[in-house]
Antibody, heavy 123, light 110 residues
């Protein structure tokens, strides 16, 4: 079964850091680009960022709201994607979803979603 | 990048058809055939329903269809069923190499 499982969420103080993990199974992780999407409580979806596969340089793209603070990386040997979140703000409070991208080059459609992990930024 | 514009809510009776619009600009919806639609039931992860404007992933009912004209994309659901009641989000690739979502539309099946 194709599956994504996020972990690492929790309560963190403003200004601190947190790293989320996304463990993939059921498909060849290294062949796919991956993306993170978040959803604040009671709000809509917000795209966070995207990482291409190594075959396409493993390069990344980010939303303006997180650029310079968040970093996406991947470990294909472990089938894990990471979201490193630094300098967290209260407005980063959200459920964070890991997703598999259908396209390699651009953040287009996301066909597989994890169950999400909640991140709460509060003092 | 501003969010794409969707109606906050739409409704329809079982068996009817409804259409949800998604308006952007020439820098996103109008500039690329990279529009997607997602369905989200309460407390669940979103599900891809349409990609690249009008393509359905395997397993998605053919009652769901997508189209685009200029800067506006549309999702049409025909033969409305109770289980279609959910939130629907559009998204588009943008000229900044990012992706932007719409604000979401709550579909109520009367």
């Amino acid at each position: 079964e194709v599956q994504l499982v996020e972990s690492g969420g929790g309560l963190v103080q403003p200004g601190r850091s947190l790293r989320l993990s996304c463990t993939a199974s059921g498909f060849t992780f290294g062949d796919y680009a991956m993306s993170w999407v978040r959803q604040a409580p009671g709000k809509g979806l917000e795209w966070v960022g995207f990482i291409r596969s190594k075959a396409y340089g493993g390069t990344t793209e980010y939303a303006a709201s997180v650029k310079g603070r968040f970093t996406i990386s991947r470990d294909d040997s472990k089938s894990i994607a990471y979201l490193q979140m630094n300098s967290l703000k209260t407005e980063d409070t959200a459920v964070y979803y890991c997703t598999r991208a259908k396209q390699q080059l651009v953040p287009d459609a996301f066909d597989i979603w994890g169950q999400g992990t909640m991140v709460t930024v509060s003092s | 990048q501003s969010a794409l514009t969707q109606p906050a809510s739409v409704s329809g009776s079982p068996g009817q058809s409804i259409t949800i619009s998604c308006t952007g600009t020439s820098s996103d919806v109008g500039g690329y055939n990279y529009v997607s639609w997602y369905q989200q039931h309460p407390g669940k992860a979103p599900k891809l329903m349409i990609y690249d404007v009008s393509n359905r992933p395997s397993g998605v009912s053919n009652r769901f269809s997508g189209s685009k004209s200029g800067n506006t994309a549309s999702l049409t659901i025909s033969g409305l069923q109770a289980e279609d009641e959910a939130d629907y989000y559009c998204s588009s690739y943008t000229s900044s190499s990012t992706q932007v979502f719409g604000g979401g539309t709550k579909l109520t099946v009367l």
